[in-house]
Nanobody
Framework: QVQLVESGGGLVQPGGSLNLSCAAS????????MAWYRQAPGKQREPVTS???????NYADSVKGRFTISRDNAKNTVLLQMNSLKPEDTAVYYC??????????WGQGTQVTVSS
């Protein structure tokens, strides 16, 4: 059974930083593209960033230059480093695991609130 558990969310002031972590179990982690999505109140869930099995990354324009995704295959973990946070980054952040031909797996989400 696939399990993705996010941690690291919280309240931070504008301009601050926060690191999210997602621990995966029940999958051969190195064979999955990992991604982060977010959903703000009243809005649809949107992709934030992803990292492939080979380490290639992709970022939404809104977070380029501020967010960094990385993965540690030895620890079955994907990290999201968020810097220069803005109020519009406020959302529930979800970890996602993708593999061609299989249904996506999702974590339960972690709340990130950027407010003074």
């Amino acid at each position: 059974q696939v399990q993705l558990v996010e941690s690291g969310g919280g309240l931070v002031q504008p301009g601050g930083s926060l690191n999210l972590s997602c621990a995966a179990s029940g999958i051969i982690f190195s064979r999955y593209t990992m991604a982060w999505y977010r959903q703000a109140p009243g809005k649809q869930r949107e992709p934030v960033t992803s990292i492939t099995t080979g380490g290639s990354t992709n970022y939404a324009d809104s977070v380029k230059g501020r967010f960094t995704i990385s993965r540690d295959n030895a620890k079955n973990t994907v990290l999201l480093q968020m810097n220069s946070l803005k109020p519009e980054d406020t959302a529930v952040y979800y970890c996602n695991a993708k593999r061609f031909g299989l249904r996506d797996s999702w974590g339960q989400g972690t709340q990130v609130t950027v407010s003074s």
